[in-house]
Nanobody, 121 residues
Framework: QVQLVESGGGLVQPGESLRLSCAAS????????MGWYRQAPGKQRELVAT???????NYADSVKGRFTIPRDNAKNTMYLQMNNLKPEDTAVYYC???????????????WGQGTLVTVSS
């Protein structure tokens, strides 16, 4: 069984920074793409950023220049470094991974449980 565990959410003031972590565990052969998504109250879940196994990244326009998505393949861990946070960044943040399990090489898409980020003065 494969699972993703997020951590690092919390309450911050506008302009501050926060770093989220997403750690994958279980019988994993290889993780391909990973990503962060968020869902604000009353809104649909939206893409924040994605990163491929080779490190190619993609960001939503709303976070470009403020967020980065580093990844440590050796630790099966991904991060979301969020700088200059704004109230509109308030949401539950979810991590997602597309991976091959071990030893059966089954292709899976796995979601974390979510972590709440609140940006408020």
């Amino acid at each position: 069984q494969v699972q993703l565990v997020e951590s690092g959410g919390g309450l911050v003031q506008p302009g501050e920074s926060l770093r989220l972590s997403c750690a994958a565990s279980g019988s994993i052969f290889r993780i391909n793409a990973m990503g962060w998504y968020r869902q604000a109250p009353g809104k649909q879940r939206e893409l924040v950023a994605t990163i491929t196994h080779n490190g190619r990244t993609n960001y939503a326009d709303s976070v470009k220049g403020r967020f980065t998505i580093p990844r440590d393949n050796a630790k099966n861990t991904m991060y979301l470094q969020m700088n200059n946070l704004k109230p509109e960044d308030t949401a539950v943040y979810y991590c997602n991974a597309a991976l091959y399990s071990s030893p059966d090489l089954k292709y899976l898409e796995v979601w974390g449980q979510g972590t709440l980020v609140t940006v408020s003065s």
